[in-house]
């Protein structure tokens, strides 16, 4: 048997008529006769046994007509309780309801009552009920104890959409809690960060998770956190908030470390990116795919780790349908001055096809054969490139360039040639 965690039934057993003379009302007693078949009931329900508990209360019933509403409320009481206990919540509040309608009953009943009702129906998802319950409790209970209420006056008002009437209650609740110098309820603090999230007020998001972080440093928080600072416009903190959510070990969803690896990229720290990444795609949290090695292989980039670029680009080109990463790939090659890994990558390029400037390839194998001093291959490569817009002129400038170097080199050999002949 389940209990009522706010305690009507207690109230009913513990609490008799003369101990309520200061109630507003004037109640009637509560007869011996019926408090004990009342308590019987109660005591074979606690034992286990509900429906003889509910047969007595079915006796009791019967008798209707010779009771007092004090003691006809304490009937209906005891069959809300028992209804509770048997998870039959719609029969629970329709006898909780017949409590408040009885006159002259004690205040503190009608109150408990009121208050069991409002915590029912908004577990039934009757939110107007709950705040029509709420409104009757109100009532009757002094403004100095209304705090108590608050939370579910909140609750109910969100899950009516009534987001700004929402936001007082549950503020006025929290704050209460931090006067005093204590922590609010963590589902409180979810609450209201939803009402700001509904009303739009991003700042105000923020500050309610620094709070979540602050009193319950749950990984899911600063994630969350980050995420609002990244709204905000705030990279810095965004960065701040995940760096050290990674160093707590709280980061171990992909989602999660792709966020913080591309949150470094954009923030100018390339190598940490790439340390992020590739220890992710090793575990593997992050999935080997098309989108994740080009990442990778744009923070090795901008990193200068051209071997790890290299190997990025490389694993990412065998994933793509074009030769784009190929390019990539011969292009920051050649800077390096890998002059041969250059050319064969430019070959893969144009082998696989579907490139947005092919000349470039052209252009780079020239590149590199010249930078080996293969003068005829280097003329051929830029006699190719220039068939090309995107790499015409280009092609034709490097190509003087090369005729130039090759008649000098032809020169310099005529002459060590002379030399040896004349000595």
């Known amino acids: 048997m389940r209990y009522l965690l706010f305690v009507v039934a207690v109230v009913a057993v513990v609490v008799n008529s003369s101990a309520l003379a200061e109630d507003r009302k004037k109640t009637p007693a509560l007869r011996e006769q019926v408090y004990s078949q009342l308590a019987r009931a109660q005591q074979l329900a606690d034992d286990g046994d509900v429906n003889a508990g509910l047969e007595v209360l079915r006796n009791v019933e019967g008798k209707l007509s010779s009771m007092n509403s004090y003691e006809r409320a304490m ?3 005891f069959y809300g309780y028992m209804y509770y206990g048997q998870d039959n919540i719609a029969k629970a509040i329709e006898y909780f309801a017949k409590v408040v309608e009885e006159e002259a009953i004690p205040q503190a009943l009608e109150q408990n009552t009121l208050f069991s009702l ?3 129906a908004l577990g039934q998802g009757e939110f107007e009920q709950t705040i029509a319950f709420l409104a009757k409790w109100e009532r009757i209970t ?7 209420a608050w939370v579910l006056k909140a609750q109910a008002l969100y899950q009516q959409g009534d987001y700004k009437s929402a936001l007082a209650p549950i503020t006025k609740a929290i704050e209460l809690v931090e006067s005093k110098g204590q922590v609010p309820e963590e589902n409180w603090l979810v609450l209201q960060r939803a009402v700001y999230f509904e009303l739009g007020d991003t700042k105000s998001v923020a500050a309610v998770l620094e709070d979540m972080v602050r009193y319950y440093n749950k990984p ?12 905000l416009g705030q990279e810095h903190k965004q ?21 913080l690896a591309q949150t470094y990229f954009f923030n100018d720290v390339p190598f940490k990116a790439g340390q992020v990444l590739e220890q992710a795609l090793q575990q593997g949290a992050v999935e080997r795919n098309l989108r994740n090695l080009k990442l990778l292989a744009q923070a090795w980039v901008a990193a200068r ?5 290299s190997a990025a680009l490389l694993a990412a080109a065998k994933l793509s349908d074009d030769g784009e990463l190929d390019a990539q790939r011969a ?4 800077n390096a001055e890998r002059n041969q890994e250059a050319i064969s990558a430019a070959r893969a390029a144009l082998d696989k096809g579907g490139l947005k400037q092919p000349g470039a390839m052209h252009l780079v194998i020239g590149m590199a054969e010249l930078n080996l001093e293969n ?10 490139a220039k068939k090309f817009d995107d790499a015409r002129q280009s092609a034709g400038q490097w190509e003087r360039y090369a005729q130039a170097e090759q008649e000098q080199q032809n020169r310099l050999m005529e002459l060590r040639a002379d030399m040896k002949t004349s000595s």
Do not use: C, R, S
Not at 142 to 148: D, I, L, R, S, T
Not at 220 to 231: K, M, S
Not at 305 to 309: G, H, W
Not at 331 to 334: D, P, V
């Open 331 to 334: 292009t920051l090659l050649l």
């Open 305 to 309: 780790e051209t071997d790890k670029a």
């Open 75 to 77: 009937l209906w009481n």
């Open 239 to 259: 960065l701040a908030m995940l760096e050290t959510a990674f160093q707590q070990g709280f980061l171990t969803k992909g989602q999660d470390l792709l966020n």
């Open 142 to 148: 002094p403004a100095e104890q209304h705090q108590k």
């Open 220 to 231: 899911e928080y600063w994630v969350q956190l980050a995420g609002i600072y990244g709204q």
């Open 118 to 120: 409002a915590q029912l």
């Open 375 to 384: 003068f005829n291959a280097a003329l051929q490569a830029f006699a190719i």
